[in-house]
């Protein structure tokens, strides 16, 4: 049997990898916030700019989480050889997975590129919104294969039990688009042209290739993979691929779930997908910023699951939730203090910011109840538990986040509507992950 490592669970370990991750978790809706805080504070258009940059960073993030699914599949591959003594077995399977992630990201492009009038139709947005989101869309679109690459690497070290690399990698990037958002955007007098939205698109797309250009150096420097492409396939590569189908659609089901919170929104009119466009990127950021407890149970859990260490599993369990529940308590307390200020961070339009307020709280209160979804959904994807994962996204999108929405906007609630539909939605996975991972872990052997 292989050695138990007891001290995995330890605070010091657990938090060795989850604070780099969630700093380099925070960095990826840092992008999108930036550019959301830059663009809405144009004075041309702003209202339209901002609504439109909402609603493509919440389809390329619907896409990215989507086709990303290798990644969290990757780590857990990796966690658990590591954990068994065999990483070995997964040397030829690396490179294997980073080659389908970069061409599934053209064909991804390709598809999308071409219907981009028509993605965004669907999102009810039209005239100058429409027009602002397809030229947006098209330049970030070209950072799919960038995105996915360095993804999977993310993947590779976060199943080596490494955060830290993808957190240098991230922060490098973020500063990256942060500088030249204000370059670009606004433009320099005499020097750079003044791009507006399609320059925060180009911004993006630079700090995306800085993160890969990373991500390769620190996996050609400090893993034991390489990127030597073997013609016979890895035997790993059908369950990794079959695991990740199941990721795809459990992340299908939690976007279509947002891709409806903003369609509903764009439809009661530009102010409320405005406002609508800052509420989701805030609680995007707080669930990244929650994430990196996740990532740590997704890594230090699929190690245990290798080693057969059932006692230390359920223990890893109870520690990160409440590391992770008094993290989202402190977000909470902070984002309730500057509850006005946070607002015009984003928009000064007074319409905008009053929809803004009327709604914020209801996100902010269901962020213990993300804390623990979020740390199961972690756990459950180290162990490969993607099948029941899958299950639980679709009953709690299509038999709570759905019918709660349709219900409530039947009666007028409009904004209220969307974000009380999201608190079912998070009220459903956290209680069926939390009773189905007691009654299988609690009492199994050691």
């Not at 960095?27 to 339209?48: K, M, Q, R, Y």
């Not at 602002?132 to 976060?158: D, H, M, N």
């Not at 269901?366 to 679709?394: C, H, S, T």
Request: glycine content about 6%.
């Amino acid at each position: 049997m292989a050695s138990k490592p007891g001290n995995s669970v330890s605070f010091g370990n657990i938090n060795k990898i989850a604070i780099p991750a969630i700093i380099a978790g925070i960095a990826e809706p840092l992008i999108s916030l930036t550019d959301i805080a830059v663009i809405g504070n144009v004075e041309e258009n702003s209202i339209e700019a901002l609504a439109a940059a909402g609603i493509v960073g919440s389809f390329l993030s619907a896409i990215i989480w989507i086709v990303a699914q290798t990644k969290t599949a990757i780590s857990a591959t990796v966690s658990q050889h590591l954990g068994a003594n065999r990483l070995h077995a997964v040397k030829t399977l690396i490179p294997q997975t980073i080659l389908f992630n970069f061409l599934f990201s053209l064909v991804i492009y390709a598809t999308t590129a071409i219907f981009a009038e028509a993605i965004f139709s669907a999102y009810n947005a039209d005239g100058l919104i429409l027009q602002y989101s397809e030229s947006y869309y098209k330049i970030r679109a070209l950072g799919y294969p960038l995105t996915l690459v360095t993804f999977a690497i993310f993947g590779v070290f976060r199943g080596l039990q490494n955060t830290l690399w993808a957190m240098k990698c991230s922060l490098t990037g973020a500063a990256v688009n942060i500088v030249l958002d204000y370059i670009l955007v606004y433009g320099i007098n005499g020097l750079v042209p003044a791009m507006h939205l399609e320059g925060a698109a180009y911004a993006s797309l630079a700090a995306q290739a800085t993160m890969l250009i990373m991500a390769l150096w620190f996996y050609f420097r400090k893993t034991p993979f390489h990127l030597k492409l073997s013609l016979k396939i890895n035997p790993q590569m059908k369950p990794l691929l079959l695991m990740a189908a199941n990721l795809f659609i459990r992340t299908a089901a939690l976007n279509f779930a947002i891709y409806l919170a903003n369609a509903y929104a764009t439809d009661y009119g530009k102010n409320y997908i405005a406002a609508q466009s800052i509420l989701m990127n805030i609680w995007l950021f707080f669930s990244f910023f929650i994430d990196g407890y996740a990532n740590a149970g997704n890594a230090i859990g699929g190690k245990l699951l290798g080693a057969r260490d059932y006692k230390n599993l359920w223990e890893l369990s109870k520690k990160i939730s409440k590391y992770a529940v008094l993290i989202a308590l402190i977000l909470m307390g902070i984002c309730f203090a500057l509850y006005d200020q946070i607002g015009l961070l984003f928009n000064k339009e007074a319409s905008v910011l009053a929809l803004f307020s009327s709604v914020f709280w209801i996100v902010l209160i269901m962020q213990p109840v993300n804390a623990i979804a979020f740390m199961f959904d972690g756990i459950f994807k180290g162990l490969g538990e993607a099948k029941y994962l899958r299950n639980v996204l679709l009953v709690a999108t299509f038999l709570g986040f759905t019918p709660a929405l349709l219900l409530a906007d039947h009666f007028g609630l409009k904004l209220y509507a969307i974000w009380i539909a999201f608190f079912v939605w998070m009220l459903i996975r956290s209680s069926t992950l939390v009773i189905y991972f007691r009654r299988k872990y609690l009492h199994k052997e050691v």
